[in-house]
């Protein structure tokens, strides 16, 4: 089955349908594990996450965020200190974390270790953060693949998502959980991020991709063919129906796909 593609007419509609989404995923990993274990990009998604989650509750525990049972993870990181304004750590608890109400709880958080962000070399970052996961979802060696209830995801304009650009070698690694970038083409270069077929792997992917710059590229993923190796066509032909695009009416613009107006 293919993605899901959904589209809003601006971040507000957007934003108001995600909300219900990523509750209905908490709910339901609460209800299996009691914990929530999310995974998060940078970019524009950590201002429209808090414009989701930090909108009013109409009370019911169906629409509760229950953040003290969160366990968030970073789908990629810069190898930057974490007060740095490139850290995806820092954007996050700039634009969600810091502003939860107290009586919803505190996440655990889980960056990089900053110890490690001034190596030439990025591996001893990429390996710590591996271990990091391992600590929450078994050893290496007794699961494959550690399987988040839910990954959410920003694309670029070339069709990226975490740190996997188009036409990396990182697209074919097969078996790290975590693998380091020195020559990422955005600034920062050096980096870390989840591998393909952890994110695949995942419960549920959700895409967040706004604005009228995103149309080209779009239509590049849904629709033409030279787009089925961008990694972001690369996720939904790995994950299929798991994976959910939230867009607003200007980054579909043209883009022949099929698209729904609500979950």
């Not at 930090?54 to 509760?64: F, I, K, M, N, Y």
């Not at 740190?163 to 050096?190: C, M, N, Q, T, Y």
């Not at 792997?201 to 787009?227: P, R, S, W, Y």
């Amino acid at each position: 089955m293919p993605a899901n593609l959904y589209s809003f007419p601006d971040t507000a509609a957007l934003a108001k349908q995600l909300r219900p989404y990523v509750l209905r995923n908490q709910n339901t990993a609460l209800s299996r594990h009691d914990t929530f274990r999310v995974a998060v990009s940078g970019g524009s998604l950590p201002a429209v996450l808090a414009k989701a989650l930090l909108a009013p509750s109409d009370g019911s525990p169906e629409d509760t965020p229950q953040f003290s049972k969160w366990e968030v993870f970073f789908a990629d990181e810069r190898a930057v200190p974490l007060d740095h304004e490139d850290s995806n750590y820092r954007l996050l608890k700039d634009e969600l974390l810091n502003k939860i109400p107290s009586e919803l709880g505190a996440p655990k958080v889980h960056p990089i270790d900053e110890n490690h962000v001034n190596d030439e070399d990025p591996q001893e970052l990429a390996d710590l953060y591996q271990e990091e996961l391992m600590r929450s979802f078994a050893a290496k060696d007794s699961v494959k693949l550690p399987v988040f209830d839910l990954i959410l995801l920003g694309c670029g304009p070339d069709g990226h998502t975490c740190s996997l650009f188009p036409g990396h070698e990182l697209l074919r690694e097969k078996d790290a959980w975590v693998s380091p970038i020195s020559d990422s083409p955005k600034p920062p270069p050096r980096r870390i991020t989840l591998t393909l077929p952890v994110v695949t792997h995942a419960l549920n992917v959700a895409f967040v991709a706004t604005g009228g710059g995103k149309k080209d590229i779009m239509k590049q993923i849904f629709d033409a063919e030279e787009g089925r190796d961008l990694p972001s066509a690369l996720v939904n032909q790995g994950a299929g129906e798991k994976v959910s695009w939230f867009t607003d009416y200007a980054a579909v613009d043209g883009v022949a796909f099929p698209r729904r107006g609500s979950l």
